[in-house]
């Protein structure tokens, strides 16, 4: 058999690269006077590449290239093709959402595809530079995204995400440099091989600990969530559907193969601690949201929340408990871009609507959006044949059967509590119109937001009704983890 090119491993990566040099040089050779919003569908159309590469590369044996820093294997490929899903969908709300008269709107577009290149870049890459790398490129972008709006508030959002993104980041990168100092490599498997064969230095558990710090961070987890609302409510909308999910699926993948592939000797020290980040993430998150008029700050503390209950499944030490996190990675990301697609539709590109009052006769004013919107809010309560049910039973039964009864239990009340504030909202989008004004219809989208309708809703009710298949390939994606 002939060796797989280290290219080929890359291959998606070279693909939104490519597309979002392209995107640039085209913007650049264009009048001022132009449309630039086909280049939200030419960033579409390579975003999709990136995302048929994936499904390919999963069709191939593993391996690594690039001497051993990045993996090709079905953990890398589950990932690329869930971040690749939700970079589409976000161009696709995007291209309907923004204005064509907006500012520099050619290099809107491709920082979509080069955050995703990062985004991409850390879930394949099995060597902790690499990792940093992935991740600063991810976060550049999605800083710059955040402030793209010419408003105060998306001002104020970009400076607070830099600010303390940066701060985050460091951490990490302390983390990395200690590990070193540790082991004397950066690789996760030396990583592992080393600590496995050695009494466990202090330096090890600190650099375990800064990395977390920065991870946390990344997906948004108690007790370094507090960016989290401000930035949410002030970055676009079609940005937050990829902040809130893309990132925080990149950033689970890495936490995966640091946790289970690099320091599975230090077990009994992460899992307790990522225990109780995921306990205050659910609680704090829940109760936050509970109080909120603002539904982008309410779904903003909702993802806290479920930053939580993904870490719940990090109790269970087994390939059940890393195929059950992927698993909810996906349901997650479905829904959480779906329900933001909604929220971009009714407040308007400037998010004046963006109060639970204002989505009052919702239903009636925009029946197929309204109608929709009730079944992501059903998939994030966890109602049964969604993609949320079934997301959440196989975290919570994970952890029930690895012995940590009192986080699924913590988990269980926490999705009670999240049903008042999600019902909230359906209730005020099914209530009748109290003014003319009210009861205004509302354009449903073109074909770009209809698309990213048809890819959310279908991905929300498939993985709710027949998860088999999403379920089986977590589950080879999980065996990859302990065996790199």
Not at 59 to 78: E, I, M, N, Q
Not at 139 to 157: C, D, F, H, N, Q
Not at 381 to 408: D, H, M
Request: charged content about 10%.
């Amino acid at each position: 058999m002939n060796p797989v090119p280290d290219f080929v491993r890359i291959l998606p990566e070279i693909l939104l690269v490519v597309t979002g040099l392209l995107v640039m040089l085209i913007d650049a050779s264009l009048g001022k006077a132009a449309a630039r919003r086909p280049l939200g569908w030419l960033a579409a159309a390579g975003t999709l590449s990136a995302l048929i590469a994936s499904l390919w590369l999963s069709t191939l044996p593993a391996g690594v290239a690039y001497f051993g820093t990045v993996k090709s294997d079905a953990f890398s490929a589950f990932f690329h093709f869930v971040i690749c899903s939700v970079v589409l969908s976000a161009l696709l709300i995007s291209i309907d959402a923004v204005p064509e008269n907006s500012h520099h709107l050619g290099e809107y577009f491709a920082l979509f595809l080069f955050g995703a290149s990062g985004m991409c870049l850390m879930t394949s890459a099995v060597e902790l530079l690499l990792v940093f790398l992935g991740l600063e490129i991810s976060s550049i972008s999605t800083y710059v995204l955040a402030g793209y709006r010419k408003s105060a508030t998306s001002t104020e959002s970009a400076i607070k995400y830099f600010l303390l993104g940066s701060f985050a980041t460091a951490f990490f990168l302390y983390g990395v440099a200690m590990v070193f100092g540790a082991t004397g490599t950066t690789q996760l498997t030396g990583i592992a091989d080393k600590l496995a064969n050695t009494q466990t230095p202090v330096l090890a558990l600190l650099a375990l600990g800064l990395m977390l710090v920065g991870l946390g961070f990344k997906v948004s987890a108690a007790p370094f969530q507090v960016w989290t609302p401000d930035v949410y409510e002030g970055a676009p909308s079609p940005v937050v559907a990829l902040m809130s999910t893309a990132p925080k699926a990149a950033a689970f993948a890495v936490l995966l193969r640091i946790t289970y592939g690099a320091f599975p000797s230090l077990h009994g020290t992460w899992e307790h601690l990522l225990m109780v980040m995921a306990a205050l993430s659910m609680t704090i998150g829940n109760l936050a949201a509970l109080r909120q008029k603002n539904v982008k700050r309410m779904l903003a503390y909702s993802s806290i929340a479920h930053a939580g209950y993904l870490l719940v499944a990090f109790a269970a030490f087994s390939p059940d408990g890393i195929a059950a996190a992927i698993f909810y990675t996906a349901t997650y990301a479905a829904m959480n871009v779906g329900i933001f697609l909604i929220v971009s539709k009714a407040s308007g590109y400037d998010d004046r609507g963006a109060l639970i009052e204002n989505f009052r006769g919702f239903i009636y004013r925009a029946p197929l959006l309204g109608t929709i919107l009730i079944v992501f809010l059903a998939s994030l309560i966890g109602i049964p044949f969604t993609a949320g049910f079934v997301g959440k039973f196989y975290v919570f039964a994970v952890a029930i059967q690895s012995g940590a009864v009192w986080l699924g239990l913590v988990g269980l009340l926490n999705s009670g509590v999240a049903g008042f504030y999600y019902l909230r909202l359906a209730a005020s989008a099914v209530k009748a119109p109290a003014t003319a004004e009210e009861a205004q219809p509302i354009y449903q989208g073109g074909f770009a937001l209809q698309l990213a309708l048809l890819i959310t809703l279908a991905s929300v009710l498939i993985l709710g009704v027949a998860p088999q298949r999403a379920l089986n390939a977590a589950k080879n994606a999980a065996l990859t983890i302990q065996t790199q």
